[in-house]
């Protein structure tokens, strides 16, 4: 059997990023969203989080769709 902790840590979404904190937020303000688009691509943001390259997405949804059955993706900001 899992202790409690391991077994709450076994079904966190999150197991990785700002875990020294309650609650682990991003924000952006509108100057911020205007520089990241100024290239004029879209950008995907993990809402799995699986991605190495957290907050943006790095594709690894897929993997862990094909894996678990899930449908996760992530948020797209288009300029
Ligand atoms: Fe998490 Fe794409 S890697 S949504």
New binding site residues.
Partial sequence: LLKPKAKKEASWVNKNFGKDCDKCVNFLTPTEIEDLLKDGKPK???????????P???????A?NKETGDN????VIKP
Avoid: I, Q
């Fill in positions: 995907a943001f993990c809402r799995c989080w699986k991605s190495k390259t957290f943006m997405c790095d594709g690894s949804h897929a862990h996760t993706g992530p948020l």
